[in-house]
């Protein structure tokens, strides 16, 4: 089993990055892995914290319509370039905790995704040197408020409400090229989402390279990859399961705001 990169909070409220060991044990770091933290003797055992998000970025870029397929079902073309938005990191919710459904909203969706976490402080850099630059995997859900997407004309509102994006439970260092990605809706076994994620348009070190010749990405960022087809309706009281091979499962409730 891959390294599993946490962020947890003790009972005492400290926050916490560690390595979660198969005991559930985690052995914390001195600082956050991408700024080369190293174990310390700080070990906390399972039923002393609680697993937040796995990084607080200073930003989420995420990338729309990256997989051919979503694209044809929201009923356009494939984007000559990487089409990139801002979800506001208050966005951010951990695995196990609740979506808010807002009450602004009649259609509120599910967008299983992969989560790059960046390592080091990039800027205009070549897609080959943006490999090195991209410090682990997570999951995200990019939860949308579709009617307020087609309403407002852009997406600022419906991808930033508060709980929009679930991410982890952790970080990963390396991920199959080909891994799958899979959506699940409550008990269903059968996913409404199921794509490799070597399907996408524009490949990760791309992604990067672009995004840095926009704007600067900080350690601990995360750039949302894209969803593939199979989007569609979260409604109360529904459980939303996002599944990647070799990083795990994202699940997270969705409850009235």
């Known amino acids: 089993m891959a390294q599993r990169y946490v962020r947890v909070q003790n009972q005492e409220g400290i926050i916490y990055y560690g390595l979660l060991q198969i005991s559930l044990d985690v052995q914390v770091l001195d600082a956050p892995p991408w700024l080369q933290g190293q174990p310390t003797d700080l070990n906390l055992e399972p039923d002393s914290y609680q697993i937040l998000a796995p990084c607080s970025p200073s930003k989420i870029v995420a990338v729309g319509k990256n997989y051919a397929d979503h694209a044809a079902e ?52 070549t897609p080959e040197e943006a490999h090195s630059k991209i410090w682990g995997y997570t999951i995200a859900n990019d939860v949308t408020a579709r009617d307020l997407q087609k309403r407002d004309g852009q997406w600022t509102r419906a991808k930033g409400f508060d709980t929009f994006c679930p991410l982890g439970p952790w970080i990963v260092r390396e991920l199959n090229p080909g891994a799958r990605l899979q959506t699940f809706l409550n008990e269903d076994a059968l996913p409404v989402q199921s794509a490799c994620i070597d399907q996408m348009v524009f490949p990760p070190d791309f992604l990067v390279s672009y995004i840095s010749q926009v704007m600067t990405l900080q350690p601990g960022d995360v750039v949302l990859t894209g969803t593939p087809f199979g989007v569609g309706e979260l409604h109360v009281g529904d459980r939303v399961r996002v599944e990647i091979e070799g990083i795990g499962r994202l699940e997270n409730t969705v409850t009235k705001r």
């Open 74 to 125: 929201m009923g356009t073309d494939v984007p000559s370039e990487p089409l990139i938005f801002i979800k506001p990191p208050t966005s951010i919710i951990a695995s196990e905790t609740e979506i808010k459904y807002p009450v602004q909203s009649q259609r509120v969706d599910y967008e299983g995704e992969l989560a790059l976490v960046i390592g080091d402080r990039t800027s205009d850099c």
